[in-house]
């Protein structure tokens, strides 16, 4: 079934059907030019969104960096601008493949019907004037059939009045054979105009306008095809980007199951581990000296007392910077305003790109060298003198790098010794029960009521420990970094009996078993705890160590 056939004589139909499917069109590549304005500015948005949140320094100078959380971030926002490319193919394939085609074939398509329904008012229009002629014929045959009959009626009036002459009566029957002759032609003329028409009213309507609604209906045909392939489109155009989008969607995934918590605390520790002994316990300052002070050669401090315990708080405040605040130091060459691990990485990387300088200002020597050799030999490539200056400048740099890389090898000899000289040596052993430790241990107290204590407390109030007195600008300079050890970091084994008669220690018998508190830091003591709750320190080496 076709247009033509069923659809002969509804030709305002059919223009009000093509044009609400050309309209149809337009209003589809409408649609999805706005939704490729969508998808791009959603895009522009999350690109937009992702340069907010991603990191504004450089990756490498970034320390955050170095944690699984921050790096699983970043990842997850470049797989977030990823997919945000993705919807600017959406966008793009709408906007080029439905929005500019789809378009272009809907002013192909007007054209294509404003041609066929020309075509078809043409062939409306000389149907009618056909017809007007007909009807003009057939009017004129009327006319000229009615003008015969009164002029025959005239004769024959005139032949039977005998008042007539003749001459009258010839002349009446001459006009009435005019007349005759006259219709007889009209109606010639109808019958050939009549004949005519329905000739072309039969072209008309079976041939010429059957074929002008079947062309019409072939391009309707045509444009909802096109139409529908246009709808495939939108679905089209997000299917190409679904594998990539899922890759996106998946290493968001991988990003989110890629924090580790232990590590990140492992790089924490990494990153910020002063390398520092603990500090001490705080001794006991007895004020009431200052009142009740008996001059004798046991006494506490100076005569008066009163600049001694000045200076003995003042070193204790000194030693407890977790408590104080952290003051400002001025950055050095050799970082030694750093703790002692800080300081050691930095000197490794500071070493490690003079390395790297110096081997590239050598192979750029050699470069030159191998040029000049070439100039000195084919002169006419260039002159050989004209290097002579870079040459000087490369070697200049080279002895001013090695100068640096000494410098800083002798600086991080220097960091790593200090570095071990602050852990110890906690796993040395001995054959028989070595001597305990000379000095206190750390958390012996200064109050013991004999006055070898006293005399003891007040030598160490006037001359600290050298390890002491070295840490003390140390401990001033970080004193917002200290963390108490809430749990053993290992375990230990007593080798020998030890009894702990002194305030901070503690006794253990040979053998038992002791949870590691706090390794020694130079100074031969241990921190353990008893399985009875007991803690204080021992002689390290009257002890196996096993850290975790």
């Known amino acids: 079934m076709d247009w033509g056939t069923e659809l002969w004589d509804q030709f305002e139909v059919l223009e009000r059907h093509t044009q609400w499917g050309l309209d149809l069109l337009d209003k589809y590549v409408k649609f999805v030019k706005e939704r490729a304005e969508v998808e791009q500015a959603y895009a522009k948005q999350l690109r937009s969104l992702v340069k907010k949140y991603l990191p504004k320094r450089p990756t490498k100078d970034d320390p955050e960096v170095k944690f699984s959380q921050q790096q699983s971030f970043v990842q997850l926002l470049q797989e977030v601008n990823d997919f945000a490319g993705q919807r600017e193919l959406v966008a793009e394939s709408l906007g080029i493949r439905v929005c500019l085609e789809l378009a272009k074939y809907s002013q192909e398509m007007k054209q294509e019907r404003k041609m066929h329904f020309q ?94 609604f079947d062309k019409l209906q072939d391009m309707d045909e045509r444009r909802a095809t096109r139409l529908g392939a246009g709808y495939g489109l939108l679905s089209e155009a997000e299917l190409q980007v679904v594998p990539i989008i899922g890759k996106c969607l998946e290493g968001m995934k991988v990003a989110a199951e890629s924090v580790d918590a232990k590590n990140d605390s492992q790089v924490l520790i990494e990153l910020h581990k002063s390398g520092f002994a603990r500090p001490g316990d705080l001794e006991f300052e007895d004020f009431s000296q200052v009142i009740n002070r008996v001059p004798s050669d046991s006494s506490l401090g100076t005569p008066d007392g009163r600049p001694e315990l000045r200076a003995a708080s003042s070193r204790s405040r000194a030693k407890r910077w977790p408590f104080g605040k952290k003051n400002k130091t001025v950055a050095t060459e050799d970082f030694s305003h750093l703790p002692p691990e800080q300081q050691r990485k930095r000197l490794q990387q500071q070493l490690e790109e003079r390395n790297r300088e110096l081997q590239k200002e050598e192979d750029q020597r050699e470069a030159l060298k191998k040029m000049k050799d070439v100039y000195e030999k084919t002169p006419q490539m260039g002159d050989p003198a004209s290097l002579e200056p870079r040459i000087a400048e490369t070697l200049g740099n080279i002895e001013r790098l090695k100068l640096e890389v000494q410098k800083y090898e002798a600086w991080l000899a220097e960091a790593e010794s200090r570095v071990l000289s602050n852990r110890g040596d906690s796993l040395s052993r001995h054959a028989r029960p070595p001597d305990p430790p000379t000095t206190a241990p750390p958390d012996s107290s200064s109050s013991s009521t004999n006055s070898g204590s006293q005399d003891n407390k007040e030598s160490s109030s006037e001359e600290p420990p050298s390890g002491e007195g070295q840490d003390t600008p140390i401990y001033t300079e970080f004193d917002e970094d200290f963390e108490e050890p809430a749990s053993p970091i290992g375990q230990c084994v007593a080798i020998y009996h030890f009894e702990g008669s002194s305030e901070g220690t503690v006794s253990m018998s040979e053998g038992e078993d002791l949870s590691l508190m706090e390794e020694d830091k130079g100074d031969g003591w241990t921190r353990v705890r008893r399985k009875q709750g007991a803690e204080g320190y021992v002689p390290t080496s009257y002890l196996r160590v096993t850290l975790n």
């Open 119 to 212: 075509e078809g008012r043409r062939a409306q229009q000389q149907l009618e004037n056909g017809f007007k002629q007909l009807e003009n014929s057939k009017r004129k045959f009327e006319r000229d059939c009615r003008e015969a009959e009164k002029a025959a009626h005239t004769a024959e009036r005139l032949d039977q009045d005998i008042n007539a002459t003749k001459a009258d009566v010839e002349k009446a029957k001459q006009q009435a054979h005019l007349r005759n002759h006259m219709a007889e032609e009209s109606k010639n003329e109808y019958a050939a105009q009549l004949q005519r028409f329905n000739r072309d009213q039969a072209h008309f309507y079976f041939s010429q306008m059957p074929q002008i």
